[in-house]
């Protein structure tokens, strides 16, 4: 219609008519029709899952559907006391937290670094030690005898001429 009666009107004739037409975007629709959700047929399950159990079925297995009304409100009632009292305690806690002390970190002196030797039990003093045992098990097996054990001879050789 719109170019039809462009076309009468004789100024615009041979003019582009683009400015008078309306712009439709194009729409690009793929030719395959894609559903929103796409299953895995390799993961399907063989069964259905089995069916829910109904509202009146879970009152007749925890026995709520057989109290009488008034009983239904005690036990109502109940519950909702023990709830309240749960969320008071709640909030209690969370009333208490800014009265607890925040934890203070002790800050520990550098230890000096132990040695393999030193963590075994093997300090500086016990290899100064063990150096010196060893060496006085060297001279006893060379037959060289210290001062003390010369003396200890003399008086065995002593005890032994007079006893014999």
Do not use: C
């Not at 057989?66 to 806690?93: N, P, Q, Y």
């Amino acid at each position: 219609m719109i170019k039809w009666k462009l076309a009468k009107d004789f100024k615009l004739a041979n003019q582009l008519w683009d400015r008078f037409l309306s712009k439709l975007s194009k729409k690009s629709l793929s030719k395959h029709w894609k559903p929103w959700v796409i299953y895995d047929k390799r993961n399907k399950l063989l069964f259905p899952p089995p069916q829910t159990l109904r509202k009146i079925d879970l009152q007749i297995e925890s026995g709520e559907y057989f109290l009488k009304g008034w009983e239904k409100k005690v036990e109502e009632k109940k519950s909702k006391d023990i709830a309240r009292l749960e969320k008071k305690r709640e909030r209690e806690e969370e009333r208490m937290k800014d009265f607890i002390p925040p934890k203070e970190e002790i800050v520990q002196k550098k230890k000096r670094k132990i040695d393999t030797k030193e963590r075994e039990g093997e300090g500086r003093k016990s290899k100064r030690k063990n150096e010196g045992e060893e060496e006085g098990v060297k001279k006893k097996k060379t037959g060289k005898s210290t001062e003390g054990e010369k003396k200890k001879k003399k008086k065995k050789e002593t005890n032994s001429a007079v006893s014999g």
